[in-house]
Every structure is written in C-alpha cells, then in structure tokens.
Nanobody, 125 residues
C-alpha cells in the first residue's frame, strides 16, 4: 500500500487549499479512509473520514469548513479546505483503513493501518 499526499502549501487566513491522496495497492472505493493532521507540539488528530459507502465524519473544529471526497476511478482521496485559519497549520496525512467503515472517533484510530508521507499546510494570519 502506497499513499502519496499532495496539495499543501502556504496560504493566508481565509484562503483555501485542496489536498489529494493518491493510493496504490489499495482500493479507496472499498475501504474507509481518513485525513489526520499534526500541528507542532500537538498530538495527531483525526480531521475527516470517508467510508466505502460515502458516509463522512468530521472533527468539530473543522465542521463547515472542510469537505472530504474521493474519486474511485483515480483511486484518490481529497480534502477541500476553506476559510482556513492559523490553527489549521499542520502536517496533513492521509491514512487507509482496514475496514469498509470507520469514523473520526478515537475508537476507530487502530483501524487506520496505512500511512503516507504528510503534506505541510501553513496558514498565516
């Protein structure tokens, strides 16, 4: 399983970014996937999940400003982020789950077994 995240960069507060996660050796259409992020000095946190039937879950801190989606034909997961604020500064990682279902709650964390290299997002005030 190989996951490649891209699309990070530097933006000003209020700006938007779209992250991508291209998967190989794994099917995004039949498994639950998750975007995590880790800010400097902070623990890693789940941001958004998307399961095999299209159900999503989001962290409370990002609801309304982030949307997770996927393109099964391209085997790629996306994270559209808008109205970014400096608290969004972090390395964002995509993770592939072992199951078809999942969620943002900590109880699902062990089910996300595959990780790619992160992509850095920096939001300036």
């Amino acid at each position: 399983v190989h996951l490649v995240a891209s699309g990070g960069g530097s933006v000003q507060a209020g700006g938007s970014l779209r992250l991508s996660c291209a998967a190989s050796g794994y099917s995004v259409s039949t498994h639950c996937m998750c975007w995590f992020r880790q800010a400097p000095g902070n623990a890693r946190e789940g941001v958004a999940t998307l399961d095999s039937v299209g159900s999503t879950s989001y962290a409370d801190s990002v609801k309304g400003r982030i949307s997770v989606s996927k393109d099964n034909a391209k085997n790629t997961l996306y994270l559209q982020m808008k109205s970014l604020n400096p608290e969004g500064t972090a390395v964002y990682y995509c993770s592939a789950g072992l199951l078809a279902t999942g969620g943002i709650l900590a109880e699902y964390a062990p089910t996300f077994a595959y990780w790619g290299e992160g992509t850095q997002v920096a939001v300036s005030a």
